[in-house]
């Protein structure tokens, strides 16, 4: 089922999804049991395409849970939505990693075009032409869905390292080109986690008998997965990425958009319902740029999961504000489409570190420098985010003080 890039298919899942994300999806949730055609999965979500394109917050998110769940029974789903929020903190304090993921992505798909046994290998891959069964099956999954399963996402990323020995950077980018859910940071970082990166020296390893058990559920039965590498060393790198200070920006106030001011949406931020903007746009921009995902082709799905969210969001924000909009193509100078409107203050949805950063911040930095932007970020990454100083652990064990900080109680 090919989910509908709007805020209320988001709601929708959401209400369809919360009487599973207490204990069930706890004890359920680790189980691939294959794209559903009618249907969503049962046991997981499937909310993050919409959580990536901002069309649902994390906030809203969370409070829905508590409020249908106790927090014990809720935690295992309310630690996975910090798990993306941990990420995203993450990369702030250590953008170089994605500098380097990209130079090193361009590099290794040079590398290719001038090795033709490196290319047979990688064209087998991305096809699932590799003989072994689950991750053929999962290579074309994502393809023709949109979307992986997370322990999928874990087998296939370890089988594409250890085993198939490719490039960490070109699998990445093969996930980031056609996940509706492809995410910079999430993304990036679950496959330095898997290689032995991120944790360094720790690495994740598939195994057969693993896979068997835990996609038993399939509708074609449990996939097999032969002659996996049992006994790989992890990845190594010679860069250590130091952390450099966050630098956010303060709770946005009524005053600082108290003349017009244009509103922009774009690939992480495409609805204005999770802002909370404190004053009326008088005019909406829409930027979506989920081309600049790579340099390869990006695949319809991903596509048009990230410009339907933006068109979308586009036209309900004019319709919730009564503004015109106006859309932002990829090469055409911002600051003319401002002039036209008469509107010299933009209102920017925080871009965190990623292609869409990427592809509009020599546009963007003008208008920061001399004071006419002003950066909207939510409450709970802005709580969050110092936390993300290095493992997981240190966001988990504020949990429960960042939610009661934010307020995210699950009563009404
Ligand atoms: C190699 C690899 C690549 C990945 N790439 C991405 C990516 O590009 N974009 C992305 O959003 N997630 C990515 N993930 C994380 C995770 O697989 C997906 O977020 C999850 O599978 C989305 O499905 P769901 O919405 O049904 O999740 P649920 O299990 O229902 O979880 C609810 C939400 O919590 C968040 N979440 C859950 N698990 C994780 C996790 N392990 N890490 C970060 N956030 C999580 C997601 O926002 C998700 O929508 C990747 C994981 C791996 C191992």
Redesign the pocket.
């Known amino acids: 089922m090919t989910p509908e890039p709007t805020r209320e298919a988001a709601l929708a899942r959401l209400a369809a999804f919360l009487p599973a994300a207490g204990r069930r ?1 706890a004890e359920t ?1 680790n189980a691939d049991d294959g794209p559903r055609d009618n249907a969503g ?1 049962s046991n ?5 395409p919409w ?2 394109t901002g069309l649902i917050g994390e906030p809203e998110v969370l409070a829905a849970v508590l409020a249908a769940h106790s927090p014990r029974a809720a935690e295992k ?1 309310i630690a ?2 910090f ?2 929020i941990y ?1 995203k903190g993450y990369l702030e304090q250590r953008p170089a990693i994605w500098a380097d993921y990209v130079t090193g992505r361009d590099g290794a798909l040079a590398a290719m075009e001038r090795n033709a046994g490196l290319r047979t290998a990688y064209t087998q891959a991305v096809e699932g032409r590799t003989g072994i069964e689950a991750f053929d099956v999962w290579a074309q999954e994502l393809a023709r869905t949109g ?4 322990h999928a ?2 087998w ?2 370890s089988i594409w390292i250890f085993t198939l020995k490719l490039d960490w950077r070109l699998g990445a980018d093969f ?2 080109r056609h ?1 509706m ?3 910079a940071a ?2 990036t970082l ?2 330095r ?2 290689a032995g990166l991120h944790t360094k020296g720790k690495h994740y390893l598939a195994r057969a008998d693993n896979i068997a058990r835990y996609t038993a559920g399939r509708p074609g039965g449990p996939l097999t997965a032969e002659r996996l590498a049992d006994d790989a060393d992890p990845l190594t790198e010679p860069q250590d990425y130091g952390r450099q200070p966050l630098d956010l920006p303060r709770p946005v106030l009524p005053a600082d958009l108290a003349q017009p001011f244009a509103l922009l949406l774009h690939d992480e931020a495409a609805h204005h319902a999770p802002l909370a903007l404190p004053a009326a746009p008088a005019l909406v921009i829409g930027a979506a740029r989920p081309e600049a995902r790579s340099p390869a082709a990006v695949g319809a799905l991903a596509q048009g999961f990230a410009t339907g969210a933006v068109a979308g969001g586009m036209a309900e924000a004019a319709a919730a504000f009564g503004c015109p909009t106006a859309e932002w193509c990829s090469g055409e100078p911002l600051a003319a489409l401002l002039a036209q409107a008469g509107v010299s203050r933009i209102a920017v949805p925080y871009l965190p570190t990623g292609w869409t950063r990427d592809a509009l911040r020599a546009d963007l930095a003008p208008l920061e420098a001399d004071g006419r932007a002003v950066t909207l970020l939510g409450d709970l990454d802005r709580a969050t985010w110092p936390h993300a100083k290095a493992g997981f652990f240190g966001v988990a064990k504020a949990i429960d003080s960042l939610l009661a900080e934010c307020g995210i109680t699950g009563s009404a």
């Open positions: 999806y949730r999965r997981v979500s499937e909310l993050s959580l990536h789903f996975e939505v798990w993306r990420f979307y992986l399963h997370n996402r874990m296939f990323a996930f980031l996940l859910d492809g995410d999430s993304n679950s496959w986690w898997v």
